[in-house]
Nanobody, 124 residues
């Protein structure tokens, strides 16, 4: 069992930056691929970015490439999402997720554990 707790969300202006954190419980964090997804009001949950268990491979949604960066610290059971040049369309609840598969994947169904989410609001 893995528990995930996101933090770092908030209200910012367009062009600003935020860094989200996801703290994971358990001793096997380093064996899980980690992903960030987001869900805007009225929309389905959408893939943002993922990182493999080792951190050696990443995958990004086209809409965030060049602006967002995922990283992980396996020693401290934490994954980060650095978000730069934020846009109003980035407004959503951001969820952290863990996948036993170990490989970075965009598929929602590949993730076994989910956090409760953190709200990011970008004003224009």
């Amino acid at each position: 069992q893995v528990q995930l707790v996101e933090s770092g969300g908030g209200l910012v202006q367009a062009g600003d930056s935020l860094r989200l954190s996801c703290a994971a419980s358990g001793r096997t964090f380093s064996t899980y691929a980690m992903g960030w997804f987001r869900q805007a009001l009225g929309n389905q949950r959408a893939f943002v970015v993922a990182i493999s268990a080792s951190g050696g491979s990443t995958s990004y949604a086209e809409s965030v490439k060049g602006r967002f960066t995922i990283s992980r610290d396996n020693a401290n059971n934490t994954v980060y999402l650095q978000m730069n040049s934020l846009k109003p369309e980035d407004t959503a609840v951001y969820y952290c997720a863990a996948s036993r598969l170990g490989a970075a994947t965009y598929r929602v169904r590949s993730y076994d554990y989910w956090g409760q989410g953190t709200q990011v609001t970008v004003s224009s």
